[in-house]
């Protein structure tokens, strides 16, 4: 039976989030529709000092004055999926780029699919920024999260910028 890692809730703009990892690595961040008080740490259990810092990073995202997680990450998968959730952190806060473009980035034009799916499969909501992946026509498509939630993160991301 596997150990259930330590985990934080966060509430979020976006709903709550589910923050859960070790000491060395914030190991997913999920979004919930269901705030359920057993996803709390219990007041006497103190959670490593790494998830705190995640939910710290993440509130200044929302907070408009982070654009950059700088938090170790870690997360199953295949030398693929590795390759495309690493091409996902070079992507600019603010901007977008297509399925089909992300595909051309890992030297793999014909993996689009693939891609698509590797996307869907990521486990570190906006710290690894799957929602800046949008269709090829512009269109907002797929999203693990919702495809509200990827409008919000997106539209967060682009007013911020003109804040400045």
Known sequence: MEQERPHVRMDSPVGPLVISGTGEFIQSVSFTDEPRADLLLPESVNPPALLKE????????????????DIPISQPGTDFQQTVWKQLTTIPY?????????????????????????????????????????????????????????????DHETTDLFKQ
């Not at 995640?54 to 997680?69: A, M, N, P, S």
């Not at 486990?123 to 269109?139: E, K, M, N, T, Y």
């Open 94 to 154: 603010g901007q977008t780029i297509s399925y089909l473009q992300l595909a051309h980035r890992i030297r793999n034009p014909k993996s689009i699919r693939a891609v698509g799916t590797t996307n869907g499969k990521n486990r570190l909501a906006i710290i690894v920024p799957c929602h800046r992946v949008i269709g090829s026509d512009g269109s907002l498509t797929g999203y693990a999260g919702g495809l509200w939630r990827k409008k919000w993160l997106l």
């Open 54 to 69: 995640c939910v710290k990073q993440l509130q200044e995202y929302f907070d408009g004055t982070r654009k950059v997680f």
